[in-house]
């Protein structure tokens, strides 16, 4: 038996999930949406297909009993080096 009839074809599909956090002012939870999509739009940082890719997660205000939660915390839960001194 060659080794080519031993081998099969396999699709291999990839899954890349990413967060970026952006804090705007704005009166409204609508407001700050839009705001932060533009603000996202116009980061060169961010590549076209990530920005295709992309979709609000959660909007949380500054008076929100979860911002002490989330606020400030990196793609790993937690808080920057810089701000823990």
């Not at 396999?10 to 705001?35: C, D, G, H, L, N």
């Not at 116009?42 to 500054?62: F, K, M, P, Q, Y």
Request: aromatic share 8%; glycine share 4%.
């Amino acid at each position: 038996m060659s080794d080519k009839t031993k081998q099969k074809k396999y699709e291999v599909e990839f899954e890349s999930k990413t967060y970026r956090q952006i804090v705007v002012t704005a009166k409204t939870r609508a407001e700050a949406e839009e705001k932060a999509w533009e603000e996202l739009e116009e980061d060169t940082e961010v590549s076209s297909a990530w920005l295709d890719g992309a979709e609000v997660h959660t909007v949380i205000a500054e008076n929100s009993r979860l911002a002490p939660e989330t606020w400030g915390l990196n793609s790993k839960g937690q808080l920057p080096k810089e701000e823990l001194n």
